[in-house]
């Protein structure tokens, strides 16, 4: 049976779980509420103040669908709850971040600056050289920061570009010159 499938989601104080039919979760909290549509194949109960997920047998999609259904529950409460954070370092002569309203300007060496708007449901936020983009959906907070990675991606001779707080940049030597 599937180690992380078969543990309850405990249900935090302030935090309520609602399943409709067909598998559609709600959850509601102190940051907001969140809905998703669960695989139909797992079966989602409230039990005692634990959301319980159970699969039907053991075929191997279902071993799989059971994990995830577990995980997407227990995301879900925890954003509601505590919210989810990513952390992303802006490094490089030039290289620099500022906020204005809800649009993210990034200056990454390019002829023109980077202008990006906050996705629904997300905020950013930018202290010196570190943008940190925050929400309660771990799914939309991580494509975001993504995102923004994607606009000047670390590179490995000096480690210029965007990188996550936790990212560890393989550096390599350069070049050497003629003797």
């Known amino acids: 049976?599937?180690?992380?499938?078969?543990?309850?989601?405990?249900?935090?104080?302030?935090?309520?779980?609602?399943?409709?039919?067909?598998?559609?979760?709600?959850?509601?909290?102190?940051?907001?509420?969140?809905?998703?549509?669960?695989?139909?194949?797992?079966?989602?109960?409230?039990?005692?103040?634990?959301?319980?997920?159970?699969?039907?047998?053991?075929?191997?999609?279902?071993?799989?669908?059971?994990?995830?259904?577990?995980?997407?529950?227990?995301?879900?409460?925890?954003?509601?709850?505590?919210?989810?954070?990513?952390?992303?370092?802006?490094?490089?002569?030039?290289?620099?971040?500022s906020k204005a309203g809800n649009k993210l300007t990034l200056a990454l060496g390019y002829s023109h600056p980077v202008e990006m708007e906050d996705p629904e449901g997300l905020s950013t936020a930018v202290q010196d050289d570190k943008i940190i983009v925050s929400g309660i959906d771990k799914e939309k907070v991580g494509q975001y920061a993504a995102e923004i990675r994607e606009k000047r991606k670390p590179e490995p001779y000096k480690g210029k570009g965007i990188r996550y707080a936790d990212e560890v940049i393989r550096r390599k030597v350069g070049k050497t010159g003629k003797k």
């Open 1 to 97: 049976m599937s180690r992380i499938g078969r543990m309850p989601v405990a249900i935090p104080a302030g935090v309520t779980v609602e399943i409709a039919e067909g598998n559609k979760v709600t959850v509601k909290g102190p940051k907001g509420t969140l809905e998703r549509v669960l695989p139909k194949e797992m079966e989602v109960k409230v039990e005692d103040g634990h959301v319980v997920v159970s699969r039907p047998n053991d075929l191997k999609k279902m071993k799989s669908l059971h994990g995830l259904t577990r995980t997407l529950v227990h995301n879900m409460v925890v954003g509601v709850s505590e919210g989810y954070t990513k952390t992303l370092v802006v490094t490089g002569v030039g290289y620099r971040a």
